[in-house]
């Protein structure tokens, strides 16, 4: 297709924060974006897909100062670094936006003015609540029940300046239509929370200038102000299009993006106040909000401030870059928190990779190479078990196709892992071993040979775009050239030559070994986790319980339970109503968790479910089983996650 019939697409990351070097959290939503970016590169859209860093604000300021540089020249070696790793994740964005380039400097004063202008911002004077660390203005109402910031519990200061303000209650019933009443926000559930908290209220006009500090942009018409980070910040996903000026021209092209993709501690701004500005400016809304939850290590939102990072680089060089982009768009599920653990992490790599696609891929072309020489010949025979295996192939593009377009990353890999499972399946179904000891099966063998190179074929060409360095290794060892592996053959089944000629190569993904890896790597990773140290937590085991025979425990059913719906008990602090798919029919829970999870937390995460337990009533609501959750040293409850692959229904022994 020639470029300019190609239909645009444009998905952005949020621009990050130089203050440190980048962790693995950072490196979930460019990763999700890189793969949605190659998708639909593979679909045919011209894509224009968009990262960068927020380059301002005190923070940066008393970084810089204790190092004894300017802000600049401290964010230009951590700008190196954020590109180094993005390099090393194979992150194919196509332009990169620095908030100190000129060209945005002179675009967020133009929207300012303009802004101005038009009468939306005004001159007034703050008083409140200001976080350093978040950069974040908050009233009286929102702190937390510590007077502290409601986003990362750290202490507020008090804060009395003139400033500008942004007048945001024009736009309330536009917003919370935009909300409520289009699929805007994905997933849809966190607009309850965004009208509830901040537009029922009231909108409350915006602080978007300080005078604190003065890295930042100028306000051009008053000495001394400094634009507010978010309206900068925002501004990027329209001046790295060239708004308001001649740096770039594909403004028209490409906006409104089709996703701005975000964790959930940035909605807020990209949900209201991102909408609020393109309203004011009389530009088209964004199409899509996407929102994810935190990579957490303990229960914490990893982040550098906490200590509890886990280096992205680190765990590149020992596994490879396509293990980490999988193991971690495998775990998160849009709208819960996905916690890392070095064991999970290497347990999923072992499964899913070395002897799930790994051991496919290496049996098909050692057996192709075996019995044929290579090259099949073109003689078939079908059989018993094709059929089913060849409409699951055939069937899985339009699968991943609808799942992506919802941004479920997790859900299109759970897809093509289904079918992967279902090859390995149909080789113990057919055992070819079996076939090439008879020289009158040689047909059959090579039929049931095909099927799996081009299942494999069709697995690979939709995992391309979130493994990008080892699919290619994949088509050289099964024979499938370029015209093989495009969008629209993956569409299709019996597109690999009859006669293909194999090539044995190296193992794609190595098994690790599990206890070595994990003790190695709790020493180089583990020594950042403050959380990680049991030594001094102070954690006492509740007493033990009496004892109890293998049958009195047989009478305890656990079950692995996927949370479909989760949402507060009215009425009640303390309770959590969950409904359930426990591979049975389904059922409804209510869990004393309230304190410790947020219904987002949970929906689209497998439990472990008491599930004989008597039904009882919970503030009137019926509960039908229990929810298996761990003390924690603090006294909280830490809610039992197992293998998120295992299947809803499956029995604890
Ligand atoms: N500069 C702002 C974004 C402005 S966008 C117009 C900012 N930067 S940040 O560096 O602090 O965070 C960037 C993104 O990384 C945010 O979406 C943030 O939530 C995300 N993450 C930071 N730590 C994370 C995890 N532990 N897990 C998942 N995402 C995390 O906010």
Redesign the pocket.
């Known amino acids: 297709m020639c470029k300019e019939c190609k239909k645009p697409y444009y998905i952005t990351?949020?621009?990050?924060?130089p203050s440190g070097n980048p962790?693995?959290?950072?490196c979930?939503?460019t990763v999700a974006c890189d793969s949605i970016a190659r998708y639909r590169r593979m679909q045919g859209y011209d894509v224009m897909f968009l990262t960068g860093t927020?380059e301002h604000g005190l923070k940066i300021e008393q970084k810089a100062a204790e190092k004894g540089v300017t802000p600049k020249e401290y964010v230009d070696e951590i700008v190196k670094v954020f590109k180094s790793l993005w390099k090393t994740m194979n992150i194919s964005y196509d332009r990169y936006i620095r908030t100190t380039d000129d060209y945005h400097i002179k675009s967020v004063q133009w929207i300012f003015n303009e802004l101005y202008k038009r009468g939306y911002i005004y001159k007034g004077e703050y008083t409140g609540k200001y976080c350093t660390p978040c950069e974040s203005f908050w009233t009286e109402s929102q702190l937390d029940e510590n007077g502290c910031c409601p986003e990362c519990h750290r202490e507020v200061t008090e804060a009395k300046e003139e400033a500008y303000f942004f007048k945001m209650s024009p736009f309330a019933d536009r917003i919370e239509k935009l909300l409520t009443e289009t699929d805007y926000l994905q997933p849809k559930t966190r607009a309850t929370e965004l009208v509830n908290n901040f537009i029922r209220p009231g909108l409350e006009d915006l602080c978007v200038s300080r005078t604190t500090f003065k890295w930042g942009i100028p306000v051009t018409f008053d000495e001394g102000h400094v634009v507010y980070?978010?309206i900068d910040?925002?501004s990027?996903?329209i001046t790295a299009l060239g708004y308001q000026n001649d740096q770039y021209d594909d403004f028209n092209k490409f906006w409104p993006a089709d996703v701005h993709m975000?964790?959930?501690?940035?909605m807020r701004?990209?949900a209201i106040i991102w909408p609020a500005m393109l309203m004011a400016l009389e530009l088209p809304l964004p199409k899509h909000l996407a929102v994810?939850?935190?990579?957490?290590f303990n229960g914490q939102?990893?982040?550098k401030s906490l200590g509890n990072v886990v280096d992205p680089v680190i765990l590149s060089e020992r596994y490879g870059a396509d293990s980490i982009r999988y193991h971690i768009l495998r775990e998160m599920a849009l709208g819960a928190d996905s916690s890392f653990s070095n064991e999970i992490m290497i347990n999923r790599i072992n499964s899913d990779l070395a002897n799930g696609l790994g051991n496919l891929v290496s049996r098909t072309v050692a057996m192709a190479d075996k019995y044929f020489g290579g090259t099949l010949p073109e003689e078939r025979e079908e059989g018993e078990f094709d059929s089913e295996l060849i409409a699951e192939a055939s069937a899985l593009r339009e699968k991943v196709d609808g799942l992506m377009d919802k941004t479920q990353l997790n859900n299109a890999l759970a897809e093509i892992f289904k079918v992967v499972s279902r090859a390995n399946k149909y080789i113990d179904e057919t055992a070819p071993w079996v076939l090439g000891k008879d020289e009158s099966k040689k047909a059959r063998l090579a039929s049931v040979l095909y099927n799996l190179l081009d299942t494999i074929r069709i697995v690979s060409t939709l995992l391309n775009c979130f493994m990008p360095s080892t699919m290619p290794k994949v088509w050289e060892q099964i024979g499938a050239g370029d015209p093989d592996v495009t969008y629209e053959n993956a569409g299709k089944f019996g597109v690999l030559p009859a006669n293909v000629t194999v090539k044995r190569g190296d193992i794609i993904f190595p098994r690790i070994d599990v206890d070595k890896e994990i003790d190695e790597l709790n020493k180089i990773i583990g020594d950042n986790s403050p959380a990680e140290e049991t030594e001094d937590d102070g954690f006492k085991p509740a007493p033990l319980a009496d004892e109890i025979t293998i049958d009195d425990f047989a009478k305890i059913d656990l079950r692995v339970a996927l949370v479909k719906e989760c949402e507060k008990v009215k009425k009640s602090k303390k309770l959590l109503c969950l409904q359930l798919d426990d591979g049975m029919g389904g059922r409804q829970v209510v869990s004393g968790i309230a304190q410790w999870y947020k219904p987002e937390d949970l929906i689209g995460k497998k439990i472990v479910l008491v599930a004989n337990l008597k039904p009882v009533k919970l503030c009137g609501v019926e509960s039908n089983g229990m929810i298996c959750a761990a003390d924690t040293p603090d006294g909280a409850a830490s809610v039992v996650f197992p293998d998120q692959t295992l299947p809803c229904g499956a029995k604890l022994r």
């Open positions: 990351t949020p621009i990050y924060y962790h693995i959290g950072h979930y939503t927020d980070v978010w910040a925002l990027n996903y975000v964790a959930k501690d940035i701004f990209h994810h939850g935190w990579i957490t939102k990893m982040s």
